[in-house]
């Protein structure tokens, strides 16, 4: 064994020396670190913006970079339901044809794109998200009660052509025909009657589209829809509350 006082001092010179790389190493690291959060931030403000601006090109550019096309805002909205949201049809296009979107992803609401598509009455968008496969029903709130609430009538015949359950039950028994009685859209009421929507159905509330018409002053679809139901033949009106679907 060698005690040479020179090995010795190599050897805690040689030791000092590690000590000083790892910890230049891991302070390296850690600015790194530190740079690197930011500068994604900025990626996914950018990414977002684009989606709100339907800049295609931007968002396509980005997503081959590797962006996720299921990246969420800082209130945890999907980038598919911000482009439905506002409209971006072609960014909506660009997300839908990505073999990893997830077409159902909610935001905190439970709100999903053709929710939000049928809300504001973008067919192009609620057409392109059925071309997908996306699904027309879902349980609670459903594209069809948000098409029947803001009265389009387009949206509707789309869903409905699609299988939508006419008489989908909200949380608490709400029907597209009462959202549509309550908006005081008349057409709506008409083309969802005319498609075998249930006129007689009540909410947890004991409510009926003609109550809803009554509650909310739409005395013109009140009006109509009482008509309707006394014209009606045939069979006692449900008493059952309409059930979730």
């Not at 909610?106 to 996306?134: H, R």
């Not at 009006?223 to 059930?243: H, I, K």
Request: charged content about 20%.
């Amino acid at each position: 064994m060698n005690n040479s006082p020179m090995i010795s001092t190599l050897s805690t010179t040689n030791r000092a020396r590690r000590a000083t790389v790892r910890g230049l190493f891991a302070g390296a690291l850690v600015a790194a670190c530190a740079f690197a959060q930011p500068v994604w931030a900025a990626s996914v403000d950018s990414l977002i913006k684009a989606v709100k601006f339907d800049d295609v090109s931007a968002v396509k550019k980005q997503l081959a970079q590797g962006a996720d096309p299921n990246t969420v805002d800082n209130t945890g909205a999907p980038i598919l339901v911000i482009a439905a949201r506002e409209k971006s049809d072609k960014v909506g296009q660009l997300l839908a044809d990505n073999p990893n979107i997830d077409l159902e992803k909610a935001d905190p609401a439970g709100e999903n794109a053709m929710m939000l598509a049928a809300l504001n009455g973008d067919a192009t968008f609620v057409n392109l998200l059925i071309a997908k496969e996306a699904e027309v029903n879902k349980k609670g709130w459903t594209p069809l009660h948000y098409a029947a609430t803001n009265g389009h009538d387009d949206v509707v015949k789309i869903l409905l052509d699609h299988s939508a359950y006419i008489d989908a039950g909200s949380p608490n028994g709400t029907t597209p025909l009462m959202m549509a009685a309550r908006g005081g859209h008349l057409s709506t009421c008409k083309l969802l009657l005319d498609e075998g929507a249930d006129l007689r159905v009540k909410n947890q509330l004991g409510m009926t589209a003609v109550d809803f018409a009554r509650k909310y002053n739409e005395r013109d679809v009140a009006e109509g829809l009482q008509a309707r139901l006394d014209a009606m033949q045939g069979g006692a009106p449900q008493s059952g509350a309409n059930g979730s679907k």
